[in-house]
């Protein structure tokens, strides 16, 4: 199966499907020296990890990591580095009924018609399990670009269905379930997952990430944007359909005199351009946003065909997410973290001997 890499120096490959034995990657063109352990990647896996709270799935897998290469006490050592989680919580006989139907919404027709087979148990290679690979990955990641350029990533659940924040505060985004920044709002959110999940029905959500301390000058022009690649990558992560970067979408309505991010000797006066102008870096914070369609494995009835194109009624079983974007902020971190370091690396191949080019304009004034 083709397009399970991404990277161009840096290089992740992930392996697996949901209900096999295990799901891994291999992480290609990383530095040397990092120093790494199984243990470092539990923080992050278990903010992706599902049971965390009854509004997520409640398959409850251990996710701890193997490191069966390219790490040598305790440092990478430059070369591949493969990384392997088994699966331990897998239930396939909630799939049994679905192997000759073709849920609605879902990768099971697709998948049919290019390969003429497919995995129904969770969704086989469809399935967000997957993304625990690329989070496991982005520690990596993240660790690098923190140490070598400080740079920070963090994201947040900017709406739940028709809910958005009234309020925000990073710290209150990791001490409540849905990484939500208004600490007023978590019990109308539990209050409203409670209620959903009794009718048996789903919904949607937004998450947004923002990369603090990425200097100007990652990118390239024309096909190597740095925004270019960032809507790529957010845009691979399951039930996401849509990436908006800076403005977005707002910025249809909005005159140009709005939208231009005006400069002054003390900073930029705004940031509409999401951090990223012309496919480069401007060292503002990069802020992206994605949207995530709602769960569509639902114990409600829907209309469907059969392997034989027969009109049939779906009901999926099991154990799902009654909003798939409560635990997307750790993967959407992961997936600007491996792009911005692929990106530096990059940068520094070809233009690291620029140095630093003046003026370097503040952040913000």
């Excluded at 278990?46 to 040598?72: N, P």
């Excluded at 099971?108 to 995995?119: A, E, N, V």
């Excluded at 908006?244 to 930029?268: N, W, Y």
């Excluded at 049939?312 to 997410?321: A, P």
């Amino acid at each position: 199966m083709a397009g399970n890499r991404f990277g161009t120096l840096l290089t992740v490959t992930t392996f697996g499907e949901s209900h096999g034995p295990a799901i891994g990657c291999v992480i290609d063109g990383c530095p040397p020296g990092i120093p790494i352990a199984p243990e470092d990647f539990r923080a992050d896996l278990e903010r992706r990890a599902t049971g965390r709270s009854r509004h997520t799935s409640q398959r409850r897998e251990s996710d701890e990591v193997e490191i069966l290469s390219g790490v040598f006490e305790g440092r990478t050592t430059g070369t591949p580095i493969a990384l392997l989680i088994r699966n331990v919580d897998a239930r396939s006989k909630d799939y049994a009924e679905l192997a000759d139907v073709f849920r609605p919404s879902h990768a099971d027709y697709t998948y049919w018609q290019k390969y003429g087979i497919r995995d129904p148990r969770g969704g086989g290679r469809a399935s967000a399990r997957e993304t625990t690979m690329r989070v496991a990955a982005a520690v990596i990641a993240k660790r690098w670009l923190a140490e070598r350029h400080g740079v920070r990533i963090r994201g947040y659940l900017a709406q739940l269905g028709e809910l958005r924040p009234r309020a925000f505060d990073w710290d209150e985004v990791e001490r409540n379930p849905f990484f939500w920044p208004d600490a007023s709002m978590v019990e109308e959110l539990t209050h409203y997952m409670d209620a959903l999940r009794k009718s048996g029905d789903s919904v949607g959500a937004r998450v947004t990430v923002v990369a603090e301390g990425v200097p100007p000058g990652w990118g390239e022009p024309v096909y190597g944007k740095l925004d270019a690649e960032l809507a790529a990558a957010l845009m691979s992560i399951n039930a996401v359909k849509g990436v908006e970067v800076g403005a977005g979408f707002d910025c249809v309505e909005q005159l140009g005199t709005e939208h231009r991010d005006e400069i002054s000797p003390e900073g930029f006066l705004s940031n509409n351009a999401g951090g990223i102008l012309g496919g480069i870096s401007t060292g503002q914070d990069i802020v992206c946003s994605l949207a995530l369609k709602p769960t569509s494995s639902l114990r409600l009835p829907g209309r469907s065909v059969n392997l034989a194109g027969e009109a049939v009624e779906v009901v999926t079983k099991g154990r799902h997410d009654p909003c798939v974007g409560i635990r997307a902020t750790p993967i959407a971190e992961a997936m600007v973290a491996l792009v911005l370091m692929d990106q530096a690396l990059r940068h520094r191949a070809q233009c690291g001997d620029v140095g630093e080019v003046l003026p370097r304009i503040p952040p913000q004034a």
